[in-house]
């Protein structure tokens, strides 16, 4: 450890749920609804291909050795998953100026092996953007420079417009609890919250499995489409109705 001293991780009593003002409950409800409906909107089918357990896993391993937050660990996925998904249009939008004006291809031998050898990099920038730390550039025997590493948040940063700030399902998990908190419920918010981090945990983990059990359930089909697919995310994920599970204490 080298005489460091690690920092503090939040613990069950810094957590008070049901102390927010009504109308900030209200505001932020409406403002997360708003929020995840662009995202489903933007997303189109594409999110979910940057998520296997590996990559989530060394993203939770990485900011637990680094000692962050639960809520880095989330926003550096979905931090990675978007800048992933922009590399992989640009590369298809290269391929297909290439095809329609009939120049010469490029290696895509190459660039792939570019795009793997900068993956951990990537990665590694995604956590340092969620965390908004000091450097950490040796993770888990990946060694790099403090300029790589900023030359790769500005990618990062480009890539995203720099809007990198986006809620999580954690943000959707605490607002709700300050719901049950402000109205009661028989088992305290602080306890819901643990076990919450431990369901988000394994729904990151099991991003896949999880969403066809759930799709196939929702939609009482064994095997669905994909356009089926598509269409449930989009109603799923359109949360118009999600302030109307606030209902003050009279």
């Given at each position: 450890m080298n005489g460091r001293v690690r920092p503090k991780l939040a613990s069950l009593s810094d957590f008070q749920f049901g102390a927010v003002a009504?109308?900030?409950?209200?505001?932020?409800?409406?403002?997360?609804?708003?929020?995840?409906?662009?995202a489903v909107q933007e997303?189109?089918?594409?999110?979910?291909?940057?998520?296997?357990?590996?990559?989530?896993?060394?993203?939770?391993l990485l900011s637990e050795q680094w000692c962050l937050e639960k809520s880095v660990s989330y926003q550096a996925v979905e931090i990675l998953e978007r800048f992933m998904v922009k590399q992989a249009e640009n590369i298809c939008r290269q391929a297909t100026t290439q095809l329609r004006e009939k120049t010469e291809p490029q290696n895509w031998r190459a660039l792939k092996e570019q795009l793997f050898n900068k993956f951990i990099l990537r990665l590694v920038s995604c956590v340092q953007l969620a965390s908004k730390l000091s450097f950490h550039y040796k993770a888990l025997g990946y060694i790099h420079t403090k300029e790589e590493l900023l030359e790769s948040?500005?990618?990062?940063?480009?890539?995203?417009?720099?809007?990198?700030?986006?809620?999580?399902?954690?943000?959707?998990?605490?607002?709700?609890?300050?719901?049950l908190g402000y109205?009661?419920?028989?088992?305290?918010?602080?306890r819901l919250h643990a076990t919450c981090l431990t369901l988000l945990d394994l729904v990151y983990l099991l991003h896949e499995p999880v969403y066809e059990s759930l799709l196939r359930a929702s939609i009482e089909n064994s095997t669905p489409s994909q356009l089926q697919g598509e269409r449930r995310f989009h109603a799923v994920g359109s949360g118009n109705h999600c302030s109307k599970c606030f209902h003050p204490k009279p």
């Amino acid at each position: 450890m080298n005489g460091r001293v690690r920092p503090k991780l939040a613990s069950l009593s810094d957590f008070q749920f049901g102390a927010v003002a009504t109308e900030t409950i209200e505001d932020v409800l409406l403002h997360l609804a708003q929020q995840n409906e662009q995202a489903v909107q933007e997303a189109a089918g594409r999110m979910g291909s940057f998520r296997e357990t590996r990559i989530v896993e060394f993203v939770f391993l990485l900011s637990e050795q680094w000692c962050l937050e639960k809520s880095v660990s989330y926003q550096a996925v979905e931090i990675l998953e978007r800048f992933m998904v922009k590399q992989a249009e640009n590369i298809c939008r290269q391929a297909t100026t290439q095809l329609r004006e009939k120049t010469e291809p490029q290696n895509w031998r190459a660039l792939k092996e570019q795009l793997f050898n900068k993956f951990i990099l990537r990665l590694v920038s995604c956590v340092q953007l969620a965390s908004k730390l000091s450097f950490h550039y040796k993770a888990l025997g990946y060694i790099h420079t403090k300029e790589e590493l900023l030359e790769s948040e500005l990618d990062v940063l480009k890539s995203l417009n720099f809007q990198i700030n986006l809620p999580t399902p954690l943000a959707y998990v605490e607002m709700l609890l300050e719901v049950l908190g402000y109205n009661g419920c028989s088992v305290p918010a602080t306890r819901l919250h643990a076990t919450c981090l431990t369901l988000l945990d394994l729904v990151y983990l099991l991003h896949e499995p999880v969403y066809e059990s759930l799709l196939r359930a929702s939609i009482e089909n064994s095997t669905p489409s994909q356009l089926q697919g598509e269409r449930r995310f989009h109603a799923v994920g359109s949360g118009n109705h999600c302030s109307k599970c606030f209902h003050p204490k009279p």
